[in-house]
């Protein structure tokens, strides 16, 4: 009994050791990583709760190198989901990363897009993105482009939150407004230097040297609350007609 006890607890030692290394891996590319090493596993997949048990982020990258110290992960390729209520929101793609777990941060970079799959659906695309999966606050400090389906923004950044009242919010900095127009030039809408948009209603605020072109008349103001969807005025402050 003795003898087969200690056979058993020989082989989960070895088995364990084998594990360990396993995970470690080698160092990848000494002179130019010199901080971080390659996981020997090809792909990956993790799984965080955010702060809402209500949202919840699936992330897939098929090569990952850790830092030595621990701190973060870089990723090849990360393909990150995020869900609410078991219902798939977002798919954010770019072609590498950078996975911070202790401020439940990713930072995606290189041709990163997210792709939005509720009822007002709309695809941005950056060269930098930062997720929170714990606020499940989306932002940009890069030129953006937001696209929807009858119009755009193009816009120095932009910083997307879901708000209890008004549903998601995206706010914008030195933002441009377009109007897809089918087999002819884009129309541009206006201008501001901060912009708030919620895609569930349609209204966008305006503010700081708005400029709106309605009904062929260009107006500037101060401050201005549109409906996109209908392309009507619902509120202007301190305003002047071109």
Do not use: C, W
């Amino acid at each position: 009994m003795r003898k087969s006890y200690f056979i058993l607890i020989l082989v989960l030692g070895i088995g364990s050791f084998i594990f360990n290394n396993h995970l470690k891996g080698k160092f990848y590319n000494e002179k130019t990583e010199p901080y971080y090493q390659q996981f020997s596993l090809k792909n990956i997949k993790l799984n965080f709760q955010s702060k809402s048990l209500d949202n919840s982020y699936s992330l897939t990258s098929p090569k990952v190198l850790r830092n030595s110290n621990l701190e973060d992960f870089k990723l090849t390729s990360p393909y990150l989901e995020s869900f609410s209520k078991g219902l798939l929101i977002n798919i954010i793609k770019a072609k590498k990363g950078t996975l911070d777990p202790k401020m439940d941060l990713f930072i995606l970079e290189n041709t990163v897009t997210l792709e939005n799959n509720e009822n007002n659906s709309f695809l941005i695309t950056s060269d930098e993105m930062k997720i929170n999966s714990f606020t499940n606050v989306v932002s940009s400090e890069l030129p953006s482009i937001i696209k929807f389906e009858e119009f755009y923004f193009k816009s120095d950044n932009f910083f997307l939150e879901s708000k209890s009242k008004r549903g998601l919010e995206i706010t914008l900095n030195s933002t441009k407004i377009y109007r897809k127009v089918q087999n002819k030039s884009d129309v541009s809408l206006g201008s501001a230097k901060k912009v708030s948009f919620y895609p569930s209603s349609g209204l966008v605020i305006l503010e700081k040297s708005v400029t709106l072109n309605h009904d062929n008349i260009i107006i500037t103001a101060e401050e201005i609350h549109y409906d996109l969807r209908e392309q009507r005025i619902l509120n202007i402050n301190q305003s002047d007609l071109i």
